[in-house]
């Protein structure tokens, strides 16, 4: 992994994947491809998603959005989000993130950014949300199955007060209906979907299903 400044996101600098890395010795015996012979994906962690970028730079140009708050940074992976949080101001930050090797990487990118992040490495949408005020969700709809049990966790968390936020650059999982749009920026998708090209992401509030 090599400590590189975030593109579109200068203020924060992460340990990401590069050709050299070796990630592949960390994946599971069984994800080690298929019986087509087709090469796994790296691990999501070592790479910063157009989902969580859109998120820390939407943050970054409004911090009075974090301010002061306690804050859930759900599905953390890399930790981008919950790190833009505490630079943008925000008491404390809790990352979930159950993947171990994402846990270990998170704790080094909080001490490579100077920040001190809580971290909760079980899944946090089985149960009732924690003690927070606002809830950042990055890029935690790319697949049915996960979109699924995300609803009803951020549902969950309207409930007992707690904003939510999503950021996402239109993947096919999205929940439309129960998104009401705040912002757009150009960041890469740098974990895949079409390399570094800065392409419009978008910043979500989730909102009550009023049907």
Known sequence: MRLTPVPSLPEIR???????????????PDDDGDESGA?????????????????????????????????????????????????AGAREVIAAEVDRNGVAALRLNAEANGV????????????????????????????????????????????????????????????RARLCLLGEHQVPDVGGNGGGEPKPSAVFAFVPDNR
């Open 14 to 28: 992460l340990y990401l994947a590069h050709p050299g890395s070796g990630l592949r010795r960390l994946l599971e």
């Open 116 to 175: 001190a992040i809580k971290i909760c490495d079980e899944d946090v949408t089985a149960g009732p949300p924690p003690a927070v005020d606002l809830v950042l969700a990055g890029d935690v709809f790319y697949a049915q199955d996960v979109g699924q049990r995300m609803v009803p966790f951020l549902d969950r968390c309207l409930a007992a007060g707690i904003g939510v936020l999503v950021g996402d650059p239109g993947r096919a999982w999205l929940p």
């Open 39 to 87: 090469e796994p994906q790296p691990p999501y962690w070592a790479y910063a998603w157009a989902g969580g970028a859109v998120l820390a730079r939407y943050i970054f140009d409004r911090p009075s959005i974090v301010a002061s708050k306690r804050v859930l940074d759900l599905g953390a992976g890399s930790g981008l989000v919950g790190i833009a949080a505490l630079k």
